[in-house]
C-alpha cells in the first residue's frame, strides 16, 4: 500500500471514529438537556410535604448538593411544632409523608456543619418514634384524621428511619406495612388498610403505591448497616416480589394501568419510571440480575416519550387529585431519580 492510500484509510477509519464520538456526545447533550428541563419543571410546581421530600432527594442523587440545602432550608423552616418537617403548608393530616425531607435534611447539616439541620432531623425522628400515631402492633399510620395504614408510607417513613440511625425500627416498618397490604396471591400491594374498619379502605393495586413499595425498600436496602445481612436480604426479596407482580402488567408500551391489574383504568407514567429506579439501583448494588434492565430500558423510553419540550412529564397519577393522568411534582423527581440511578448503573 502506498502512503497516499494508507492515508485515506487512515483518515476514512478516523473519520467513523470521530462520527460515533460526534454521536455519542450529542446523544449524551440530549439526554441532559432533558434531564435540565425537567429538573426546571419539577422546581416550578408547588410542592407539599413529601412532595418538597422526594423532589430534594431527586437533586440529592442528581448532585445539586447546593440545591438540597436550599430544599432542606424550606422544610426546616415549616417544620410544625411536633416536629414535621415541610408540613406548613396544605400537610397538616400527613404523618409519614414529611419523612421524606429527612435525609436531605440531615445532608444539609453534613454539607453545611449548621446545627439546625441536625436538630431538625432529630424533631422529625422523634415524632415518627414517640408520637406519631400507629396500629396496636407499632405501625405507622400515614394520616392523623384515620387509622389508617398506607402503601404511600413505605417510601416516605423506613428510609428516614434507617439513615437517622434507627435501621431496626425501617426494617419493623416495612415488614408492618407489607403485612397489612401485601397481596400474595397478586403479588402485589394494596393501597389502604383502615385498623377501625379491620378492612381494607382501597383494595386496588395502585400503581403508584406499588411504586412507592418498591422504591422506598430500595432506598432502605441501601442504608442498613452491614451487620444487619440477613433484614438486607429479606428486603430484597421483597422488592423482587413485587417487580415480577407489576411486570406481569406492563404493557406493550413500557407503560402501566393506574390500578395496574384493571386495564379500563387510564394509562400512567410514573410506575415505568419508579421501577427503572428500582431496577436500575438493584441492578448497580448487584442485588438484583441484569435481566431486568431490558424491561427497565424499555420503561425508561416509555417515560421519555412522555416528556415535553418543556420537561413536563406527561401521564401521570395528576396534581392535585392524583385521580387521573396529567403533571405532579413526583413525576418529575422520579424521571430524575430514574436518570441518575440509569446513569450510575451504565458507568
Known sequence: MDRRSFVGVT????????????????????????????????????RRAWE??????????????????LMAEEAVLRQLPDGRLAAGVASDEAVTDPASNGEPVLFAW??????KYKDAADRMLAYLIDKAPKTSDGILHHINT?????????????????????????VK???????????????????????AA??????????????????????????????????????????????????????????????????????????????????????AGGWLDRAYLAPAERMRQAAHSKVDPYGMVHGVCGSPMFDRSGTACEGQAFFLLMEAARRDVMR
Open 110 to 115: 453534613k454539607k453545611t456543619g449548621d446545627r
Open 11 to 46: 483518515v476514512m477509519g478516523g473519520a467513523g471514529s470521530l462520527g460515533q464520538s460526534v454521536a455519542h456526545a450529542a446523544a449524551a447533550t440530549k439526554e441532559r438537556s432533558v434531564v435540565q428541563k425537567a429538573l426546571f419543571g419539577m422546581l416550578s410546581v408547588q
Open 198 to 283: 379491620k378492612a381494607f379502605q382501597r383494595p386496588d393495586a395502585w400503581g403508584v403505591g406499588n411504586g412507592w413499595a418498591a422504591a422506598g425498600m430500595t432506598r432502605v436496602i441501601a442504608a442498613l448497616p452491614e451487620s444487619m445481612k440477613d433484614e438486607r436480604e429479606r428486603l430484597r426479596g421483597h422488592v423482587r416480589e413485587v417487580l415480577d407482580g407489576c411486570l406481569t402488567h406492563v404493557r406493550a408500551d413500557g407503560l402501566f394501568h393506574d390500578v395496574v391489574d384493571r386495564p379500563e383504568t387510564f394509562v400512567e407514567t410514573n410506575l415505568a419510571q419508579m421501577l427503572s429506579y428500582t431496577i436500575y439501583r438493584g441492578v
Open 173 to 195: 416498618q416495612v415488614e408492618g406495612f407489607r403485612r397489612y397490604l401485601w397481596n400474595p396471591e397478586k403479588r402485589l400491594f394494596s393501597h389502604i388498610w383502615s385498623e
Open 52 to 69: 418538597q421530600g422526594v423532589a430534594s432527594q431527586a437533586l440529592l442523587e442528581q448532585g445539586e448538593e447546593d440545591l438540597v440545602v
Open 146 to 170: 384515620a387509622p389508617q395504614v398506607w402503601i404511600d408510607a413505605m417510601y416516605m417513613a423506613p428510609p428516614f428511619l434507617a439513615v437517622a440511625g434507627r435501621p431496626d425500627e425501617a
